[in-house]
């Protein structure tokens, strides 16, 4: 468990980042933002870059979490695997858009040392997708001969709620989970596998 003065730090930073972008953000608005003074900030958090390395890696971490929970309610068959985590990553962008939002946008603001440590944390992310689309491919019922763009696309469509999704428009969250799932089932050219010989005589 954190300490609760940490926890207002991040909820703060992530707020000013989403609103002001990286570069814009000022140090002593997060501080202000989180109730605390300059001083007590810094016991915490050295500057901007330590914070915004922290709430990538804590977004990360809830993402995965996500994933993993999805995941764990299927099996191994590659349709139920990518279903599953396309319906993780499409909910995840829409009920943390802030978190989403620079995740997306603001890894360039990384220096080189913390940039490689979040590459390959998104290296993970991405893995999720790629396994189990070539999963698929392999058992012959993802018939795309293109799997590394399928995935792009699959990704691309999922990311992009957090720009658009808004809780209050006239497509409920469980909607647009079922669509996205369909989509990228179409996207990967899925031909479930069917025994025509059982029960004929």
């Known amino acids: 468990m954190r300490p609760s003065g940490q926890d207002a730090l991040l909820e703060a930073a992530r707020q000013e980042f989403s609103e002001q972008g990286f570069g814009s953000a000022s140090i002593r608005a997060i501080a202000q933002r989180a109730g605390m003074s300059l001083s007590a900030m810094y016991h915490y958090y050295s500057g901007k870059q330590e914070l915004l390395h922290a709430i990538l890696d804590e977004s990360l971490d809830t993402y995965f979490a ?65 396994h189990a689309i070539d999963a698929g491919v392999a058992a012959g019922i993802f018939l795309t001969p293109y799997p590394d763009e399928s995935r792009r696309a699959v990704i691309a469509m999922c990311n992009a709620v957090a720009q658009w ?21 179409t996207i990967v050219e899925y031909r479930p596998q069917r025994s025509w010989s059982a029960g004929r005589g």
């Open 66 to 130: 996500s994933c993993a929970r999805a995941l764990a309610q299927v099996g191994e068959e590659p349709a139920d695997r990518l279903s599953a985590v396309v319906a993780a990553t499409t909910r995840f962008r829409a009920e943390h858009l802030a978190r989403s939002n620079i995740l997306l946008s603001e890894e360039r603001s990384l220096d080189p040392e913390r940039l490689a440590s979040y590459s390959s944390r998104h290296a993970e992310a991405t893995n999720l997708f790629r």
């Open 165 to 185: 999704f808004r809780p209050d428009g006239p497509l409920s969250l469980d909607e647009l989970v079922d669509r996205h799932v369909a989509i990228a089932l």
